[in-house]
């Protein structure tokens, strides 16, 4: 799948797969080399290194003590996949601005993964992120037996209203051919009144959550939507200048709006209609709670070179954007906002769990916040 030289797209993709639960963040694309960016040599082959037991079972969602990340120049090593997506920028960042390097990280990128949870149980990565919702279901698993992981930071959110509108988490597009711009004029079609909305997407993720809650807060019946999985933000869009029978809304994530425009697809409605501010947009980064009992020094460096990342991304969003872009080889005018507080504030993650209880994929009060996160870590 490819772009022309003008940008615009050059292959239609006519394969999807309907709705599969084991999901990454963001889309997939092509394939890249081990790392990204700037290597250290003298981190080559060096595992994280094992130190004093800090405990993984918090009950709580914020933390107080500090954990002593040790010799900065020891540098550990941590694999994870290889994110050649939108998920990419702070990773991208951390390596070309030296924020790993600053914390006595090494990452090490094993490559693309359609199953992430599998690779970091299994032991071939030491983490990935994903979605409050997605996270609630692997720790819920089968009746309540489920994986022993926790996040350990937070990663994105929605950006307060001030920002420009193009770093919110998702945007979802029409083709103009519909004759559809607003969710009101959705609400009165035929479209909408005589059967199913196709749109890309799977359960459960932000694509999934993030509908759904548009259609509530605007007077929508989220019952409506049909969820079908792309393997990439531009099959989505492809599919839908293919018309209403293949797919009426292309959900989208921000290195991919700019392509959506430039194939003159009509914005449907943001991540911000929603109502959930913040919320809406929120992802965090997780290990399993054997790894951050074994590795607390690890996970802290992790979360401090990532955090600052984060950081720098927001007081430089078109480096940022350059950078990603160059990583990611599409063009593009947008990266994701990511939060540079500490904690889990409840209200981020809450909604994304009751989501799942009123869908019926959780029972009732089976999983909270505290389930789901180690807060220990700044």
């Known amino acids: 799948m490819a772009l022309g030289k003008n940008g615009k797209i050059g292959a239609i993709v006519a394969a999807v797969v309907v709705v599969a639960a084991g999901i990454t963040i963001g889309s997939t694309v092509g394939k890249t080399k081990a790392n990204i960016g700037p290597k250290d040599p003298s981190s080559a082959d060096k595992s994280p290194v094992v130190t004093a037991d800090t405990g993984s079972n918090a009950s709580t969602v914020s933390g107080d003590d500090i954990i002593d990340v040790g010799d900065l120049t020891q540098i550990i090593t941590l694999h994870t996949s290889t994110k050649k997506n939108c998920t990419s920028t702070p990773f991208v960042v951390a390596e070309a601005k030296g924020f790993f390097e600053k914390n006595g990280i090494k990452i090490e990128y094993t490559g693309e993964t359609t199953d992430a949870l599998s690779a970091v149980l299994q032991g071939t990565n030491d983490f990935d992120g994903t979605l409050p919702n997605a996270l609630a279901t692997y720790v819920y698993g089968d009746e309540g037996e489920g994986a022993a992981i926790k996040a350990v930071t937070l990663n994105q959110v929605d950006p307060p209203a001030d920002v420009d509108p193009k770093f919110r ?48 807060n605007n007077g929508l019946d989220s019952k409506k939507l049909s969820f079908v999985a792309f393997d990439s933000d531009i099959a989505a869009i492809q599919a839908v200048q293919l018309g209403p029978d293949n797919l009426i809304i292309a959900g989208i994530h921000p290195p991919f709006y700019y392509l959506a425009e430039e194939e003159g697809l009509i914005l449907l409605a943001d991540s911000a209609d929603s109502g959930l501010g913040a919320a809406s947009g929120t992802s965090v980064f997780y290990f399993t ?80 916040v505290a389930d789901l996160t180690a807060p220990q870590f700044k």
């Open 169 to 216: 988490h998702m945007r979802f597009y029409v083709s103009p051919k519909l004759g559809i711009t607003t969710l009101e004029e959705l609400k009165n079609s035929d479209l909408y009144k005589n059967g199913e909305i196709t749109i890309s997407g799977r359960a459960p993720s932000c694509s999934s959550f993030i509908p759904n809650q548009i259609f509530k």
């Open 289 to 368: 709670d054997e790894f951050i009992e074994s590795n607390p020094v690890a996970v802290q460096r992790f979360v401090t070179a990532i955090k600052e990342a984060s950081k720098w991304t927001l007081d430089n969003e078109e480096e940022a954007i350059a950078l990603t872009e160059a990583y990611i080889e599409k063009a593009i005018n947008a990266v994701h906002y990511y939060y540079s507080g500490d904690g889990f504030p409840v209200e981020l993650i809450d909604p994304w769990i009751k989501d799942l209880e009123e869908s019926g994929a959780l029972p009732v009060g089976a999983i909270t």
